[in-house]
């Protein structure tokens, strides 16, 4: 994936961060996070048949408000508990471009309490 086709920073700094992230993956799956103003997304994918084994983010909690770091901890702890239904424990993390602060990091440390290692 070359970075120079990508126009803006965030999308360079995405592929950058997905590229390494590639390379150092081993065959595990990805713990992919979005971060959006109201909400936070995470999916764990298997990039090597192309789907996406488990998912969760703030939209399946209603009523609740999705862009505070508790509820990025209520969607990591449903993520990791979903992927360890299936089976999946070791995983690695793209932070997505974003930096490994805030909700990001609040989501990651839930997701490592319930059981998945990166």
Known sequence: MALSNHSTPTERRTARVRTRLK???NG??????FRSAKNIYAQVIDDERGVTLAHAST?????????????AAKVGELVAKRAL?????????????YIYHGRIKALADAAREAGLSF
Do not use: I
């Open 28 to 33: 595990r799956p990805r713990l992919s996070v």
């Open 85 to 97: 239904e299936k089976g999946v424990t070791n995983v690695v993390f793209d932070r997505g471009g």
């Open 59 to 71: 939209l399946e909690a209603k009523g609740d408000k999705g862009a505070d770091k508790a509820a």
């Open 23 to 25: 390379k150092l993956a």
